[in-house]
């Protein structure tokens, strides 16, 4: 995500200078423009820097790295990864006791997403700060919502993903339903996405589905980070959230198993497997709706 966030930013025109814990992987960003730094607290003189990392955690060890030597402070630093209202909320706190002005900015959309230039984020923070961060996010992607003060953005991203945990399991459930009872998963796919029920999501999701493409997008143990997020707020909220608590421990099986490297659209094998189907790649070409 964030390589083509950054991609996106150096194509843009802005002035970017990128770190990358394994560093090779952001080397290509040079044809953009781009430079690539040695140390990540390089990237603290600049006036905004963007932070696209896994959990929480790594957020909080990113940012203590950043910010180590202290010399020098960004104005404003924008958070895009998928964390908690109670980590964002941390971060808020250490940053503004710096004087750095801070934008919650998590994202819908995968890597081919933001390629497709079809990226959303959705902003919380002052909204002075998503104004200044304004015509940046309007590099990387044409929609940018503002839901007013603190860590909102980050409920609103986790009812997102708690969503596209549940969509997928389901779609993977009819679509095996299909199947057993003798429909081509295309042909399947096919009616769904013209259906008033298809949507952007279950098109980009069907060459996978159909061909067995399962090259990762979004890992399976980032999702059950955000189902876990989705249940922890339901927890604190006092909602109850039985179809995101039986997707999550799916998720967790499947994980079990071993599916841990391809994209959690392998949900759809796991599907598979418990009713009794051996799939194969159907060889149809299909299209993803994002072109
Ligand atoms: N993929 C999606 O569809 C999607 C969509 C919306 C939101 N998100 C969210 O966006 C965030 C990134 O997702 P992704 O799919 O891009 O994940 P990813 O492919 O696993 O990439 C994670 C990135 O974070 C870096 N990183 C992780 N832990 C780190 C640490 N402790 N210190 C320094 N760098 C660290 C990794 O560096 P290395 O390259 O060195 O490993 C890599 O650049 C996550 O919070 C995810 O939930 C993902």
């Not at 009812?159 to 993977?172: D, K, M, P, R, Y």
Request: hydrophobic residues 45%; contains cysteine; proline residues 4%.
């Amino acid at each position: 995500m964030g390589y083509e966030m950054a991609g996106r930013l150096a194509r843009g025109g802005a002035d970017v200078l990128v770190w990358n814990r394994t560093k090779e992987k952001a080397k290509p960003l040079e044809k953009y423009g781009a430079k690539v730094a040695d140390e990540l607290a390089e990237l603290a003189s600049r006036d905004i820097v963007f932070c696209m990392v896994s959990t929480w955690k790594d957020v909080k060890q990113v940012v203590e790295n950043l910010l180590k030597k202290e010399k020098h402070v960004p104005k404003l630093l924008i958070e895009c990864s998928s964390i908690s209202l109670e980590g964002s909320a941390e971060l808020r706190e250490v940053l503004e006791k710096k004087g750095i002005r801070y934008l919650a900015a998590p994202v819908s959309g995968n890597a081919k997403v933001i390629k497709a230039g079809r990226l959303s984020f959705v902003c919380s923070g002052p909204k002075k700060s998503f104004q200044e961060a304004l015509p940046y996010l309007k590099m990387i992607a044409p929609a940018a919502s503002y839901v007013g003060e603190g860590e909102l953005a980050r409920i609103v991203k986790i009812c997102h993903n708690v969503f596209l945990g549940v969509v997928t399991q389901s779609l993977a459930e009819i679509t095996i339903l299909a199947q057993k009872a003798g429909v081509p998963r295309h042909a399947f796919l096919e009616f769904m996405n013209q259906s008033v029920m298809g949507s952007t999501f279950s098109r980009y999701k069907t060459p996978a589905f159909v061909n067995l493409d399962f090259k990762v997008t979004f890992t399976p143990h980032l999702l059950r980070k955000d189902m876990d997020l989705g249940l922890d707020a339901g927890r604190k909220f006092e909602v109850p959230m039985p179809l995101a608590s039986a997707t999550r421990d799916l998720i967790q099986s499947m994980i079990g198993q071993g599916w841990t490297e391809q994209d959690f659209a392998t949900l759809l094998l796991q599907q598979a497997e418990a009713s009794g189907l051996k799939l194969k790649p159907e060889n149809v070409e299909v299209g993803d709706g994002l072109a």
